[in-house]
């Protein structure tokens, strides 16, 4: 793991113990460096938080693209997989506090609407599969995918996760569990 790496890793560990109000000195010790080392990698907090959301992202993408290669996942389970995806290290991540983005580093929060908003070739390549196999219903993908991006940038702009004492991985959970079963019993 280079330097970037592990200060993005660290940040993602201090913006878990303390959510936003996490400050250089709390990763330079978390790390055992030095404040001055992490500015040589990046000129300010804003700057890590915009590398930590792509970093985050990039780890999805990855591990989306295992689901996708698993030959052992059927179609609807690749489907299933895909869209609760969450590496296995940031399983304990308490993003319930991206909400507090929005206000406070508005650039940042963009570049996540986006990342949720892009990337869904995948995951459209194996519903329409579903689809044509029989194994899922003939739906209109892009209402889905609508849907999906609408929860969970709900998430991320309000804090009814953090009310409801709701982790996100299960809200993540709840929301594809929903969209693959519907809300009909049997």
């Keep these: 793991m280079d330097l970037r790496e592990t200060i993005l890793e660290g940040t993602l560990q201090a913006f878990n113990e303390k959510g936003l109000k996490f400050t250089m000195d709390d990763i330079a010790s978390l790390l055992k460096i030095s404040k001055k080392t992490i500015y040589t990698v990046f000129r300010d907090k804003n700057a890590m938080f915009l590398a930590m959301a792509d970093y985050l992202f990039d780890s999805i993408k990855k591990s989306e693209m295992e689901i996708v290669e698993n030959g052992e996942l059927s179609t609807v389970e690749k489907v299933r997989k895909i869209l609760g995806v969450l590496p296995n290290a940031y399983k304990e991540v308490d993003f319930?506090?991206?909400y507090l983005m929005k206000d406070k580093y508005p650039k940042i929060y963009k570049q996540i609407e986006h990342r949720l908003e892009t990337g869904w070739e995948n995951t459209i390549a194996l519903i329409e599969r579903g689809i044509?196999?029989?194994?899922?219903?003939?739906i209109?993908?892009?209402?889905?995918?609508?849907m999906f991006e609408a929860s969970l940038e709900q998430f991320f702009q309000r804090d009814i996760l953090l009310q409801n004492n709701i982790s996100y991985t299960d809200a993540l959970d709840e929301v594809v569990d929903i969209l693959m079963n519907g809300i009909i019993e049997g």
């Excluded at 044509?132 to 003939?138: D, K, L, Q, T």
Aim: no cysteine.
């Design 132 to 138: 044509a196999e029989g194994s899922i219903r003939p």
């Design 96 to 98: 319930r506090q991206l």
């Design 140 to 146: 209109k993908i892009p209402i889905l995918k609508m």
